[in-house]
């Protein structure tokens, strides 16, 4: 007989007032291995040794887990026995009620399974996590879906409270299985060269290649553990089961899995503990809004019972501990402490102690250890505590972009559009934001409240296509330059040579793909300053616009505007690779 919900959930409200033990797994895995101590550098990455020592730190530091009860593994140490063993022993230490983590970075693999075609949920593929040791005979090197289903089914069965993270390539899948009806069938292993049957139990001495792709026939359905009645199991991964994840490079300059560093970087700018409903909700926006990157996080998990507990599976904490650091040495106007790039500290940190009447800031970082500037008539003694304050961090900018400004505010300026630029946008050969062709002949003629402006624009329209791009009003300029000289992952440079970006307005008429005329913002490459027309500019319009039908904008429109543009220079930054913006404003 089933045991009613409510019953359930008293019995893990019980058990939860007296035992929460808390584990943890973390798996870092940058090195690959063809051999024992032979190293694949094909296969190697870069941030996932990073991404382990700060989810170990996030745990310790922030959720309080014992030291002693967080196992990892890195690189060489990381393979399916010492993975298994090491799960295998928080099973058999822990009790209803306890917490568990598993955390992986590394690479994801999938596996084609002719026996699921028809799934809509695996759609005839499986997914694994892929371990260091690529020598292992049958592809143990490879944690299949199925294995990991009926582990993690085993935390839940015995009430422990499991949260699995997966920073890796096609890893949203991982815990979900085929729809029923249920088979239960040995898999076979098929050499994707030969085409032969490898059957379970044969040596298969070489090296697994992660370029690869395997067909393992597999019929075997495993019940979904985030499935399971107030099963309290959360399965956070990186992306879809078609999609790649994405290494990037921090503010300090150091790799990570942007996954990872997104939920790092979440919990540094929350001085309060959060639910897991929240949680999500602030990973999807960084990813996709705020960092802009190409990957689709994914979430499996019993929400009827983790939407309002916390990231580990317990009730939402009314405060949470403050990072602490020791002084190890110290000079006039200098400070070292024991924390560092391990802790996910970055320069610009501030530190305080409990009282708040003396505090540092972090001016250099090293693995282990930091490096502060105090004042330097405070004396600091060795052995001194220091609580985090403030997480705000300095870095240098990605891109330099160039904001032309008119001499002329919104209204003058609008006048002299209408009598000088406006007429000719009614010809026909008139190329705007969204009615242009691909012609490299075409010339571009740069507006910036010249008198003679209709003069030059009737000069190039008989040559051939031809485009208006324009500087900004001055007022709009000036907010624009405003809001964007807060931000730390740009810098605005006062002439177009010195940029990677411009920002133009560009006037579109009405077309077939526009229903009615307005003025895009967007950026592009700049145009030199000296000269008005420019042949061959190579106009090319980015997909991301600000649009309104007039320059003269009210004090709200003027606040979309600036919003807008800051949004669009995070997709500029992003355009030049993956190095994390710095969302903290310019101090």
């Known amino acids: 007989m089933k045991t009613p919900l409510f019953l359930s959930l008293l019995f893990f409200s019980t058990i939860l007032s007296f035992a929460q033990n808390k584990y943890a797994v973390i798996v870092g895995i940058n090195e690959y291995y063809d051999k024992p101590g032979v190293k694949s550098n094909e296969y190697s990455l870069k941030g996932c040794v990073n991404d382990a020592i700060s989810m170990k730190s996030l745990l310790v530091n922030r959720f309080t887990f014992p030291k002693e009860n967080v196992k990892t593994l890195l690189n060489a140490q990381a393979t399916q026995k010492t993975f298994l063993a090491a799960m295998e022993n928080i099973l058999e230490k822990s009790k209803p009620g306890d917490v568990a983590v598993f955390f992986f970075c590394g690479h994801g693999v999938y596996t084609i399974n002719p026996e699921n075609k028809a799934d809509s949920v695996k759609q005839g593929y499986n997914q694994a996590i892929c371990m260091s040791d690529l020598y292992s005979p049958n592809y143990e090197c490879l944690v299949r879906d199925n294995t990991l289903k009926i582990l993690f089914n085993r935390f839940v069965q015995k009430k422990v409270t499991l949260t699995s993270i997966l920073d890796c390539c096609y890893s949203e899948n991982i815990p979900m299985a085929p729809l029923p009806p249920v088979y239960h069938n040995p898999y076979r292993v098929v050499d994707v060269k030969t085409n032969k049957v490898v059957p379970t139990g044969v040596i298969d001495l070489r090296s697994f290649k992660l370029n690869k792709t395997l067909t393992i026939a597999d019929k075997t359905i495993i019940e979904r553990p985030s499935e399971t009645p107030n099963s309290r199991f959360a399965n956070l991964a990186a992306c879809s089961w078609a999609e790649k994840a994405v290494e990037i490079w921090d503010e300090g300059g150091r790799p990570h899995g942007a996954f990872t560093k997104t939920i790092i970087n979440i919990f540094e700018k929350s001085k309060v503990d959060l639910p897991l409903s929240e949680i999500i909700a602030r990973i999807k926006n960084d990813i996709d809004v705020v960092q802009n990157l190409q990957q689709r996080p994914g979430f499996r998990y019993d929400t009827l019972s983790r939407d309002k507990l916390n990231f580990i599976g317990l009730p939402v904490q009314s405060t949470i501990p403050l990072l602490q650091t020791r002084v190890v040495s110290s000079l ?125 624009i009737s000069k190039i329209i008989k040559q051939n296509e031809f485009f208006v791009l324009m500087a900004l009003p001055s007022d709009i300029a000036s907010a624009i330059k405003s809001t964007l000289l807060k931000e730390q992952s740009l810098k605005l440079v006062n002439t177009p040579g010195e940029s990677d970006f411009a920002l133009y307005v560009n006037y579109a008429a009405i077309s077939e793909d526009n229903k009615s005329p307005k003025f895009v913002f967007s950026f592009r490459k700049p145009l030199p300053a000296d000269v008005n027309v420019k042949k061959n500019a190579e106009v090319v319009f980015w997909a991301d616009n600000v649009a309104f039908p007039s320059l003269n904008l009210n004090k709200t429109q003027l606040n979309q505007l600036s919003k807008g543009i800051r949004k669009l220079s995070y997709a500029a930054i992003r355009s030049r690779g993956t190095q994390w913006i710095n969302t903290y404003p310019r101090r």
């Not at 609580?387 to 609008?414: C, E, G, H, Q, W």
């Open 332 to 456: 006039p106007g200098k400070v070292i402490v024991d924390v560092g790039a391990k802790d996910d500290i970055m320069i610009g940190n501030i530190f305080s102690t409990k009282d708040k009447a003396i505090s540092f800031t972090i001016s250099k970082v090293f693995p282990d250890s930091a490096l502060g500037v105090i004042d330097p008539k405070i004396t600091i003694k060795k052995d001194d505590v220091f609580f985090i304050r403030d997480r705000y961090r300095v870095s240098n900018p990605i891109i330099k972009v160039y904001v032309p400004a008119s001499t002329l505010k919104s209204a003058a300026y609008m006048d002299m559009f209408n009598k000088q630029v406006l007429p000719f946008t009614k010809e026909k050969t008139y190329q705007d934001y969204f009615n242009f062709n691909d012609n490299q002949t075409a010339a571009t003629f740069l507006f910036n409240n010249q008198e003679n402006s209709g003069l030059e």
